[in-house]
């Protein structure tokens, strides 16, 4: 019993420690690896080589995939490409169901770009459709940031997801995260969309700042500030060509080796690693490059993604050193029995990412810190498959969307743009992560059955 009240004490001062302290969550998580050490009575010499390596060995595998992913999403975001998704997709769906267009146009920018950039970079837009087709602002704001926030929190290259990835050991098997993912933000996106829907009909007094929401003409401008956009196969490249290599290398590696073991087999599963294809995604991504000195602005695109990306580099690896520690003490073993005699598998990572996600905001802390933890248990929890840890990721997910609210920059960002007043804002978008976490893992727990 004294293993787990040490535990609980550890997710206690990793959330008062991010929440009341305001210590960074890289902070946090290494004090808590270190404290874990002394805790658990791990001999002191060793403690620091098992942070090390647990930090170094997380960053190793996935590390440069989550640099590659972010500057990826910050060209897109530059470029305008974001735009020229969203206007493909309403050409293709057309406006007669907007909250539905919205949600998808949701669901596939925010693969690559985070959902709070994707919100801003969308909301005129949103509100300029919500305008135009006399809908409720509210309903379209739920339903584009439900729609961002289901891939987000589920779909890899986001750097949560892939984070989550790396510390269940399945860097070199993104492909399966990947194809599990889109089924599950999918089916929580249409959970997130039928919320919405039931703020179509209503009349919703919003926050009044003396300026006009939108119109089309706002939205115009808007979009002329990006000059001339690229076009749809251009904006798509540099997301679904990288995740279709990924899916096909994994194909290649199945053991029936559908593609051979020649010269298409060995092509096939190189580009097929992340690196790799996320590496061809950013030499696509490069095409949407739009200045007269292109090279100037390469530079200016990955010194912006590597700032980006460095506090979410730092928050992996000391999530990575966390659960090293974790790792060679008797918790797993113990937490293991324990919670296998209770049963409830899949909805324990599921609790603890919840709770997370609910007490100190961040998805991605949540994502981090819940897969360290319980990627020593999983052989006891009867996960220790790659299925099963492919599932773990996605229970894991679900509890790192439960729920969104007042200590999550996200939130702000949807009530803000939106001008949804606060009380609103919880009846809206908060209800709906709620519902989209719920739906996340009965959905994962139903996969399982079918898939374990």
Request: net charge neutral; hydrophobic share 55%.
């Amino acid at each position: 019993m004294g293993l787990v009240l040490i535990l609980f004490a550890l997710i206690a001062f990793i959330v008062v420690a991010t929440t009341k302290l305001k210590l960074h969550p890289f902070l946090a998580l290494l004090a808590a690896a270190l404290i874990a050490g002394f805790a658990y009575q791990l001999p002191t010499l060793e403690i620091g080589g098992h942070i090390a390596r647990g930090f170094g060995g997380i960053l190793g595998g996935i590390g440069i995939v989550i640099a590659f992913g972010t500057i990826i999403g910050v060209i897109l975001e530059r470029s305008g490409a974001a735009i020229t998704m969203a206007e493909t997709v309403i050409r293709l769906l057309g406006e007669r169901f907007p909250t539905l267009t919205v949600s998808i146009i949701g669901y596939l920018v925010s693969i690559p770009v985070f959902c709070d950039s994707g919100y801003v970079i969308l909301n005129s837009l949103k509100n300029a459709l919500a305008a135009r087709m006399k809908v409720s602002v509210v309903a379209m704001s739920v339903a584009l940031a439900t729609g961002l926030y289901a891939t987000h929190t589920f779909v890899p290259p986001t750097p949560g997801p892939i984070a989550a990835a790396g510390n269940l050991g399945l860097e070199s098997n993104l492909g399966l995260v990947i194809l599990v993912g889109l089924v599950v933000a999918f089916v929580t996106a249409m959970a997130g969309l039928f919320w919405a829907n039931r703020f179509i009909g209503k009349d919703i007094e919003l926050e009044d700042d003396g300026a006009p929401l939108m119109d089309a003409d706002s939205f115009q401008t808007m979009r002329d500030s990006y000059g001339e956009l690229p076009g749809p196969a251009k904006a798509f490249a540099p997301i679904f060509v990288p995740i279709l290599l990924i899916c096909l290398g994994t194909v290649a590696a199945l053991p029936a080796r559908p593609l051979g073991e020649g010269g298409l087999y060995t092509l096939v599963a190189f580009l097929g690693q992340p690196v790799f294809a996320l590496a061809v995604g950013l030499a696509l991504a490069c095409t949407l490059l739009k200045s007269d000195n292109k090279l100037q602005e390469f530079h200016d695109r990955i010194a912006e993604g590597i700032v980006a990306s460095a506090p979410i580099l730092l928050i992996t690896g000391a999530g990575g050193a966390f659960g090293a520690v974790l790792t060679v003490t008797p918790l797993g073993d113990y937490l293991g029995e324990t919670l296998s005699a209770l049963g409830i598998g899949l909805f324990m990572p599921f609790l603890v990412a919840a709770a997370l996600k609910t007490a100190q905001g961040s998805s991605t802390v949540s994502l981090v810190t819940t897969s360290a933890m319980v990627a020593p248990m999983l052989g006891q929890l009867g996960l220790d498959s790659e299925m099963g840890r492919v599932l773990t990721v996605m229970a894991i997910g679900a509890g790192a969307m439960t729920v969104s609210h007042a200590n999550d920059s996200f939130f702000w960002v949807v009530t803000q743009f939106s001008r949804m007043k606060v009380v609103t804002a919880y009846q809206a978008q908060t209800m709906a992560t709620l519902i989209q976490g719920i739906v996340g893992i009965i959905t994962v727990w139903l996969l399982s059955l079918v898939l374990l």
